[in-house]
């Protein structure tokens, strides 16, 4: 076991609901429906994971799901769990949300950023984790927080701004290393700013794989959301990330299978990738 290397805890950070077709993209739902079946509505319910890492000083967050703000109309339909789950979460690890270093994000949508703020009494939102630096990718940050038309019900402001106003926004490049052992690649796909990320384990490297891969089902190259706004960006980087986890025999954490945090990938099959459950 190396002393410098980050030691990580999959939590959670609350699952919601939302279509099978919009969850699996082109996948027919004769397919789809065999790996995850829905319910009455056509529903599929999956988790927001998030990976908390630490080491040294460092305490780290993955992503935050959607945090405990109040809930805006067209949320309802996702069914959120009540409460502020990933507080609930790091709260049963003891780790108090002052303690959190830094908030590393794949992209910056309500699920994945939402629970980096939080609403005051008087009804502001302010940083859920006051003493973190929070990282996206420089397109991401500038998506979310000037968003064209098209993307503005995909960043909502309350959850940005706050960070944002206080200089809490860092944004990395790709290949930059944000932390030593943590890199952030930019792959693009999901979002414009969408980035995985290479973390030193002490078990071995991991990659945090986000949205690039949702579940384990979705390591195949057409496996993706229909929410992706750019397909074939998806589609030509996926393989190249998964062929290098891969390689390094390293497990991939996606960012929303309900079977587990963590998979690791067992074979290429030309530009697929077959996974399996390790946590
Ligand atoms: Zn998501």
Same mark, same amino acid.
Request: net charge positive; with cysteine; aromatic share 6%.
């Given at each position: 076991m190396k002393k410098s290397a980050w030691r990580i805890t999959p939590l959670s950070g609350g699952w919601f609901s939302i279509d099978g077709g919009t969850f699996f993209g082109?996948?027919?739902?004769?397919? /789809?429906? $065999? !790996?995850?079946?829905?319910?009455?509505? $056509?529903?599929?319910?999956?988790?927001?994971?998030?990976?908390?890492?630490?080491?040294?000083?460092?305490?780290?967050?993955?992503?935050?799901?959607?945090?405990?703000?109040?809930?805006?109309?067209?949320?309802?339909?996702?069914?959120?769990?009540?409460? $502020?789950?990933?507080?609930?979460? +790091? #709260?049963?690890?003891?780790?108090?949300?002052?303690? %959190?270093?830094?908030? !590393?994000?794949?992209?910056l949508h309500f699920d994945h950023a939402g629970g980096a703020t939080l609403t005051e009494e008087n009804g502001a939102p302010v940083p859920a984790f006051p003493n973190a630096l929070c990282w996206a990718s420089e397109v991401e940050w500038s998506d979310a927080l000037d968003p064209e038309p098209a993307l503005r019900g995909a960043y909502p402001q309350e959850n940005l701004l706050p960070l944002a106003e206080r200089n809490l926004s860092r944004a990395f490049e790709n290949g930059e290393e944000i932390l030593p052992g943590? &890199?952030?690649?930019? &792959?693009?796909?999901?979002?414009?700013?969408?980035?995985?990320?290479?973390?030193? =384990?002490?078990?071995?490297?991991?990659?945090?794989?986000?949205?690039? #891969?949702? &579940?384990? /089902?979705?390591?195949? *190259? +057409?496996?993706? &959301?229909?929410?992706?706004?750019? *397909?074939? #960006?998806?589609?030509? %980087?996926?393989?190249?990330? +998964? =062929?290098?986890?891969l390689g390094e025999s390293a497990p991939i954490f996606p960012a929303h299978d309900p079977r587990g945090a963590a998979f690791r990938l067992t074979e290429r099959r030309g530009d697929d990738f077959l996974s399996e459950v390790l946590f």
């Open positions: 082109i996948v027919p739902k004769k397919i /789809w429906r $065999n !790996v995850l079946p829905p319910d009455g509505e $056509n529903l599929v319910r999956v988790p927001c994971r998030v990976l908390l890492a630490r080491r040294k000083d460092d305490v780290v967050l993955f992503d935050t799901g959607y945090g405990g703000k109040e809930r805006p109309k067209h949320l309802r339909g996702y069914a959120l769990e009540e409460g $502020n789950p990933i507080f609930a979460s +790091l #709260a049963q690890v003891g780790v108090r949300p002052e303690q %959190v270093t830094h908030v !590393v994000m794949t992209h943590l &890199t952030a690649y930019v &792959t693009g796909g999901h979002t414009r700013g969408h980035a995985v990320f290479r973390l030193a =384990a002490e078990t071995g490297p991991v990659y945090i794989v986000g949205e690039l #891969a949702p &579940t384990g /089902w979705h390591t195949k *190259q +057409l496996w993706s &959301t229909a929410c992706d706004i750019d *397909q074939m #960006a998806g589609r030509r %980087v996926k393989p190249e990330i +998964l =062929a290098r986890a």
